[in-house]
């Protein structure tokens, strides 16, 4: 890293950090984890331990000025492997596994997916299945008004805290032409959970232009769907780097605009 980039990313870590222990003990006072619980129970989500309502990714605290950071990969929310205390880590159940093999399988991107990059997420507050954000919201808004309103807020808190840190971020490591992947758009369509995400990250890069040609838009490693998707639109004439970067071009345009 440039010791610009180390600056940016020292910035980012306390901010992250700092910020997430004030998600926790808010979504402690509302009993979140209870709510998580009674949602995954309803989704026929076998019972698991919820360790960690709100999720820092540790492995950011093994980051240093050495590390070649060549890629920022932003997932959707942290799942049941990545809240675990032994965990807490993002893209560490099946998709991390998937996306893992990926990169070591394809050595032409030249990425080690665990030392080569840095994994953020859209919001760090946990779910079983990403669709059950909303539905918690569901589940509180019967119970309790104000804690509708305290959880929507943190929701939506959360969303652009992190769409505007991260193209921060990623503006600087840009400068030496590190690519962002934002995988899994589907819920960054209109109505969709992640919406709010999609136009702070949309607002936020408008200050960054020169970094924004360097983001790219994927569907999610989960069900190997990237793979697929990459596979199904895949022009043989040129390299597997050429290839992603024109499927996630194209998926940029559709979400995000010109």
């Known amino acids: 890293m440039t010791l610009k980039e180390w600056n940016a990313f020292c910035l980012f870590r306390d901010e992250f950090c700092f910020q997430v222990e004030q998600w926790k003990k808010e979504a402690d006072k509302m009993g979140l984890s209870q709510v998580q619980k009674i949602v995954a129970k309803n ?87 990403t669709k059950q954000l909303t539905k918690m919201l569901q589940v509180v808004k019967k119970q309790d008004e104000n804690l509708f309103i305290a959880l929507k807020n943190m929701l939506v808190e959360s969303q652009k805290f992190m769409a505007e840190k991260t193209a921060k971020l990623h503006s600087v490591f840009a400068e030496n032409n590190t690519e962002l992947w934002l995988v899994g758009y589907s819920e960054l369509k209109n109505n969709g959970i992640f919406e709010i995400y999609r136009d702070k990250l949309r607002e936020s890069y408008k200050k960054f232009k020169n970094a924004y040609e360097k983001v790219y838009i994927f569907q999610h490693f989960s069900m190997n769907r990237f793979a697929i998707d990459l596979r199904e639109n895949y022009n043989e004439n040129i390299s597997l780097k050429e290839n992603i970067k024109i499927l996630g071009n194209r998926h940029k345009i559709e979400i995000l605009g010109e």
């Open 43 to 129: 989704d026929n989500v076998s019972d698991y331990p919820i360790e960690n309502i709100v999720v820092y990714n540790t492995e950011l605290n093994k980051v240093t000025k050495d590390c070649d950071i060549k890629l920022i990969i932003i997932g959707d929310n942290p799942g049941k492997e990545e809240q675990l205390s032994k965990n807490q880590k993002y893209l560490v159940g099946l998709a991390g596994k998937i996306a893992y093999g990926y990169f070591k399988k394809n050595v032409e991107l030249d990425i080690d997916f665990r030392k080569n990059t840095i994994i953020l997420n859209k919001t760090p507050i946990h779910s079983a299945k």
